[in-house]
């Protein structure tokens, strides 16, 4: 955790090619476990602002799709069965239904909201695949644009302590809304 072993993790990664930044921040989609956050992190130190930028984008975009669709053809009539018997369940999808633009997109342009938790709600209410996608494309695009504006240049932090202090507020406070948000919606449901 040096700023000499970070540069040469970087350099390491560089070499790999920058399909592999793209398919972790891909397989991220899959496997939520996955840190989203410093796969973007070391794309965008690996292999440039905008090129690490767009390989995350794109990569988040098309992983969040792709699940929104697998789960929208393969699971959704199953689902269905289990969300009738569950009144929380079939009362969030409903809210989904009437007021779902906003709500999702301001979820999933937050950078610590369980993406693949919204995909699945997404793919089982009525929400349009069309629909899904804009939002998926508007709501990314700030995502990673936050996390790309906090974790560029993540070596320069060691030099300067007032932009890592700045940098962890920013994102305490990102949490912090995220969080308010999620009870938000929570207390709206409940009327």
């Known amino acids: 955790m040096t700023q000499e072993g970070l540069e040469q993790l970087f350099q390491e990664v560089e070499q790999l090619g920058i399909i ?17 956050f410093i796969i973007v992190v070391v794309n965008i130190n690996s292999y440039g602002f905008i090129l690490g930028s767009l390989s995350s984008y794109s990569g988040t975009v098309l992983g969040s799709y792709m699940v929104f669709l697998l789960v929208r053809y393969f699971f959704r009539k199953p689902a269905q069965n289990y969300i009738r018997k569950h009144k929380r369940l079939a009362q969030l999808l409903d809210f989904i239904d009437r007021r779902g633009f906003v709500f999702l997109f301001i979820l999933l342009a937050l ?5 693949s938790v919204i995909n699945v709600i997404a793919a089982l209410s009525n929400l349009k695949k069309v ?38 507020a920013g994102l305490v406070l990102i949490y912090f809304f995220s969080k308010w948000y999620q009870k938000y919606i929570n207390r709206k449901m409940d009327k």
């Open 131 to 168: 629909v899904y996608l804009y939002i998926l494309l508007a709501a990314k695009a700030i995502m990673i644009l936050t996390m790309s504006l906090v974790g560029y240049d993540v070596t320069s932090f060691f030099n300067s302590p007032l932009r890592l202090t700045l940098s962890i």
């Open 111 to 115: 950078p610590f909201t369980p993406t």
């Open 20 to 36: 592999v930044g793209f398919l972790l921040v891909f397989m991220e989609s899959f496997l939520p476990f996955l840190p989203l």
